[in-house]
Structures are given as C-alpha cells and as structure tokens.
C-alpha cells in the first residue's frame, strides 16, 4: 500500500511528507519536485508569503545514492517564515476558515487551529505527489492540470498532447490553457485585490497513458473514483470535485452520457489495448477502475477566506461583534490549487498502480506490468 502523511505548522520550522510503500530501486530527480515546488508557488494574485519561501525538498530518510530503498521516505521542506512562537493568539475568527470550530473542538484558541489548516501545509502534499509521478513516468503515465475558470471567467480546456499543453499553461501568467487570455484574467484579479476581496475558480487534472483495470468495483473504499474524490476534496479550500462530464451528466439522456466502445486490432499494443472510444464522457474511470481513455479529474475552489476587507465576526473572549481579524493572504490562489490538485491526483494514481503491480522494486511492478498486458492482449 503505497500512502503518505504530513505534519507542520504554517510559521512552524517545517513541514515534512512522510511516504510509506514506494518502491525500492527507482532514482530520484528531487529538481523535479523542487520545480513543482516552485509552481505552486506561482500564478498571478498570490500574496507576500510567496516572496520570503523558496521552497525545495530534502530526504532525510529512504534514499541512497538517489535511489529509493523500499523503506518510508521523509521529505523535509523548510519554512523560511518561520516565527510561530513570536504569533500572537487570534480573537476574532476569520469566516470561512477552521478558526471557529477548530478552536471550540480543541477548546483552545484559533492560532493553534489555523497554523495546521492552513493551504501552506499542501507544500507537502505537492513533495508527494511530484515523488509519485516519477512512479507514473517510469510506466508512461503522465499528468498535467491547469485553471479551467477564475472568478466566473470561463477559459475551459483544449484537445491535444500533454507535452503541448503543459507548454500552453507554463506561458500563462494564471497556468491557464489559454495565455491570450491572461490580460483579462489578471485585470479582474487586480481590481477584486483593491476591493479587498478575493476570487476562487475551476482546476482541472488529465492522466494520460493509464492501464485499462487500476483501481477496483469490489469494495467502496478502494474504488479509485472514491478515493480520487476524497484526496481532492481534502485540499483546503476546494468545495466540489467532478470526474468527467460530473454533474452535467445528470441533465443529459444516457444515449448523451455513455461513451460507446470500439475496437482496432492495429491498436492492440497500447496501454488501452485497442479498445477506443469516441467520446470519454465517463472521464477514464467506470465502476471505480480506470477504462483506458484520459482520466479527468475537475475541483471548484472557493474563494479564499482571509479577506483584507473582514466580514463580521466576534470577538471570542468579550463576545462583542468585531471584524475578522487579517492575516497576510492571496487575492487568488486558483492557479496553486491547479498545482495541488494534479500533484495530489497523481499520488491516488501511483498508489492505485502500485496496489495493481506490487510495490517492493520497481523491476517486479514493471515485470508484473508487462505480464498483465500480454495476457490480457491474449483474452
């Protein structure tokens, strides 16, 4: 079972991954994760924070010679803010965030609550899953996500290779598909920022290369359509999360839904087998495994609730109605959670691979990979 954990604090002294269930024998290229490091760390409307990190990945356990040895992986990465002991304690909870409820769960105060449910902790979860795409490439896996709206603009997406759209989105300024369209994109975000609020918007993640079986129908927890669900819907800040056509199937006939299967014997040799569809309205994944075709994966971000003009709240020790208190933020953070959300994706697909093919050494999930697909081209 490959899975991880992270732990730190927002102003902590770090905040570390821990990964258990990676394979033995796959070398690293930790520049890979640091680049991802750095992505998240982009997009127009991010705020101060991002000017002090510069975040980059270090092992302190699992690697040897670059190479990962089968035992779990600790990854460091280093708050350079550091200065949790010097914070003051929050009174006025901020609306929308865990403030309010994680202070009266714990029975203490709002700083220990928020410094835990803040989006900095992702940085860890962005190390995790950067390790497991180099999984995934080792078996032409590939993943690429990008903003599909902000703030009610709609940029949707584009047909083609993901070697051509990850060059699209690295050009635009929102890592959105569509740079021509930047300039109306960052005018809003400059003028929601002077009005002091803040916007959210649509992310959306594609798998390419996957192998039609990954995942499984016969327990609901171990579907991957469910667990791709819960890891994205567990991202701070995301309210919705749809596979494939998601909620507009709902208002579609299923003659407009289903996606027809076809077969070219000439095509047998690919990851899907030969088997093709003309549509891929299910977004790669049936009955919780996947079906050969693309996975897409789309999350709707809320707008961020620290906002520089405060709703209303109270002051949790007078009790009098005050403003929510202002703690350095982003105007609009769609184009990280872009960066989150594939990364995090990537993970439930490796961990998915890895129950498939066996996790002890890469040299057997490759011999069990090419084992499975010559049977089932035999079928």
Known sequence: MLRYWTAGESHGPALVALVDGFPAGLAIDVSAIDAELARRQGGYGRGGRQRLETDSVRFLSGLWHGTTLGSPLALEVVNRDA??????EVERPRPGHADLAGAIKHLGGVRAVLERASARETAARVAAGALARQLLSRFGIEVAGWVRSLGGIELGSREGEIVELRRLRDSSAVYSLWPE????????????????????????TRVDGLPIGLGTHSQWDRKLDGCLARAVMAVQAIKGV??????????????????????????RERHDLGFTRPTNNAGGLEAGMTNGQPLVVRAAMKPISTLRKPLGSVNLRTKEAEEAAYERSDVCAVSAAAVIVENVVAFEVAAALVDKFGGDSIEEMEARHELYLRLARQR
């Not at 200065?83 to 003051?88: I, P, W």
């Not at 930047?182 to 649509?202: F, H, M, P, Q, S």
């Not at 909620?247 to 006939?253: C, V």
């Open 83 to 88: 200065k949790l002991e010097r914070l003051e």
């Open 181 to 204: 369209r930047d300039a109306e994109v960052t005018e809003l975000i400059d003028r929601v920022g002077k009005e002091g609020d803040t916007l959210g918007g649509v992310v959306e």
């Open 242 to 267: 749809e596979i494939g056509l998601g909620f507009e199937a709902a208002a579609r006939r299923g003659s407009q839904v289903h996606d027809p299967i076809h077969y070219d014997p000439a095509l």
